[in-house]
Nanobody, 125 residues
Framework: QVQLVESGGGLVQPGESLTLACQGS??????????MGWYRQAPGMQREYVAT???????LYSDSVRGRFTFSGDKASKTMFLQMDNLKPEDTAVYYC?????????????????WGQGTQVTVSS
């Protein structure tokens, strides 16, 4: 059984930084042939991708976070990190990590089988 545990969220002021971590466990089939990444969901909004990496190693950032967030991860240890700098109130959301069923992660992660409980990030003055 695959489990994902996100951590590192919290309440910060605009302009501050946070680093999120994700630890996976269990067996994931063809892990080196699939993508992985971070998504977020704000209240009343659809889940959206934040930063994902393709099976080939290309990192994709959403327009809203490019230049501020940095993704890193290691499939061998099933770990991921998201360094978030210059946080803005619009970054407030629950953040989730996942392993995508294909080589490229989708924009919303709909129907993906692996999700953790998420970690809350709140940016407010």
């Amino acid at each position: 059984q695959v489990q994902l545990v996100e951590s590192g969220g919290g309440l910060v002021q605009p302009g501050e930084s946070l680093t999120l971590a994700c630890q996976g466990s269990g067996s994931i089939d063809n892990i080196y042939a699939i993508g992985m990444g971070w998504y977020r969901q704000a209240p009343g909004m659809q889940r959206e991708y934040v930063a994902t990496v393709t099976s080939g190693g290309t990192i994709l950032y959403s327009d809203s976070v490019r230049g501020r967030f940095t993704f890193s991860g290691d499939k061998a240890s099933k770990t991921m990190f998201l360094q978030m700098d210059n946080l803005k109130p619009e970054d407030t959301a629950v953040y989730y990590c996942t392993f995508c069923p294909g080589s490229v992660c989708s924009r919303t992660g709909a129907h993906y089988p692996y999700w953790g409980q998420g970690t809350q990030v709140t940016v407010s003055s």
